[in-house]
């Protein structure tokens, strides 16, 4: 048992620093997000989720963020972070969560389907809440400055709704559907060695 443990917190930590170096990986898409890229962390998260269960996948996520704030600090008084932390959980844990009770391809399809509703519902409520109220204070900003800016790159964004139809919603979409469609190409190949791992 304590074996197995520390082989499972071991393969946490592999991942974890697997998270962390693709999460150095972004791509900007301003039309949909002025300040937020896509990146890929996420895909380390939820096939280690897949195989360490709920407690591996907050692990990784934590172990991640853990090395981003060692080797590169914080410029958003670890705000960002935060969110970064609740935003993983949020679409990992349900899709876990969901596979542990049905572990066929079915119920992993289903399982991210639903990690990716959740993750847009806490995007929504973080942005509005406690992302841009902390650059609202930190910069001296307004919500209509914010808006402008967005406005700039996106001509249907002019005001708060329009904001989260088509910026903080497609962006979720497009992230989480991506690693979503990768996530069920690869984990049937990487869940192979990883579970020997375990063994």
Known sequence: ????????????????????????????????????????????????????GPIGAIQIILIKLLLKIAISGTSTMFVGELQNFLLSCAYVLPAVLYYRKHKTKQGALVGLIIGTIVTILVSILTNLYMIFPFYIQLYGLDWDAIIGMYGQANPFIHDIPTFIIFSVVPFNIVSKVTISIVTMLAYKKLSVPLKRFLQ
């Not at 930590?13 to 962390?41: C, H, Q, R, T, W």
Request: hydrophobic letters at 65%.
């Open 1 to 52: 048992m304590k074996n197995s443990r520390v082989k499972s917190l071991a393969l946490a930590g592999i991942l974890g620093a697997v998270a962390f170096l693709l999460m150095m990986v972004k791509i900007n898409i301003p039309f949909l997000s002025v300040f937020a890229d896509l990146e890929a962390a996420a895909l380390a998260e939820i096939i280690g989720g897949f195989v360490l």
